[in-house]
């Protein structure tokens, strides 16, 4: 569906490249997450990937098609969510996603049913000027499905929404890989990266320096912390360890024979603490 094969990409004024070799396949029906900390280039890459800057090396094919030369017909078959979604201030939530509905030729879904889905019905009539950030998130999403594409591209499409909304758009994401849609989503969010995603890049400086399932990214750490406390007279002190070291750690076995242990417990790592091992970088 996507193939990326060593792109470089440098924004005219800039002195060096944003995006330095970056190579990838994505598969047909699959979530496919760009995981980094703010500035890592997930935006660029996805404008890249997207069409809107055109100005790489390398080569990038979504659909068969070197996007460099791509046609409007291209944007019938994406949908793009982008980071900050522009509007029609003026028009309302309706009339903007009627007049987007309007450039393409083939079939849209109603947009009254897609407002509902993101409980944005009874804001049909609103000018978008007056939406908050996480209103116009939301229809920026709801724009993107519009037009029923088979390709999907997200940027950050939960940032900034309260629990209740980003589960909402979380849940519609999962429903397009069950109609089976293809969906690139960015995000700075392990959570939404670990729950969504099928494989996951990690980007940092403009480069991917690791790309796997989530859980196979995970087998990285092989090590758990082990954090405990024991009492002492009238304290309680905490010590770690690692779970590999546990049998001949000479303090932990003092305290486990001496019956003072009052918990014991493993941390799970999470995929920023991997993130961290293989990057060197915190996704903050
Ligand atoms: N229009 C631009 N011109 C010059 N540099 C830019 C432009 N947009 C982004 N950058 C730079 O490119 C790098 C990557 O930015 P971006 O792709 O927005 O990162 P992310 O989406 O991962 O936060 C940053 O260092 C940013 O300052
Ligand atoms: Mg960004």
Redesign the pocket.
């Known amino acids: 569906m996507i193939s990326v094969d060593n792109v470089f990409f440098k924004?005219?004024?800039?002195k060096t490249d944003?995006i330095h070799g970056v190579s990838f396949k994505v598969n047909q029906g699959e979530i496919f997450g760009f995981l980094?900390?703010?500035?890592?280039?997930?935006?660029?890459?996805q404008k890249i990937l997207t069409g809107v800057l055109r100005d790489y090396r390398g080569s990038v094919r979504v659909f068969e098609t070197e996007v460099k030369d791509r046609n409007n017909l291209f944007y019938e078959n994406i949908g793009v969510d982008f980071?900050f979604p522009n509007f029609y201030g003026k028009f309302t939530a309706l009339e903007n996603l009627n007049y987007f509905a309007s450039l393409y030729s083939r079939k849209t879904i109603d947009p009254m049913q897609l407002l509902e889905l993101v409980g944005l019905h009874n804001d049909a009539d609103k000018k978008v000027i007056n939406f908050s950030k996480g209103m116009k998130m939301r229809l920026g999403f709801i724009r993107s499905i519009l037009h029923d594409p088979k390709l999907l591209f997200l940027?950050e499409p939960t940032s900034g929404l309260d629990p209740a909304n980003a589960r909402t758009i979380k849940d519609m994401i999962l429903e397009q890989k069950r109609l089976g849609k293809t969906v690139i989503l960015?995000t700075?969010n392990m959570h939404d990266a670990e729950e969504l995603c099928d494989r996951v890049a990690f980007?940092v400086d403009?480069e991917i320096k690791a790309l796997d399932a989530p859980l196979a990214l995970r087998k990285h750490i092989r090590d758990k912390e082990v954090k405990y406390a024991y009492s002492q007279g009238e304290k309680v002190l905490e010590g770690t360890t690692l779970l590999s070291k546990l049998h001949n750690d000479k303090d932990f076995i003092r305290i486990l024979n001496n019956g003072s242990l009052t918990s014991i417990h493993s941390k799970e790592q999470t995929l920023e603490d991997v993130f961290i091992e293989l990057t060197g970088r915190c996704l903050h």
Do not use: M, Q, R
């Open positions: 924004y005219p004024g800039s944003t980094g900390p703010s500035g890592a280039g997930k935006s660029t890459l980071e940027d960015t700075h980007i403009g």
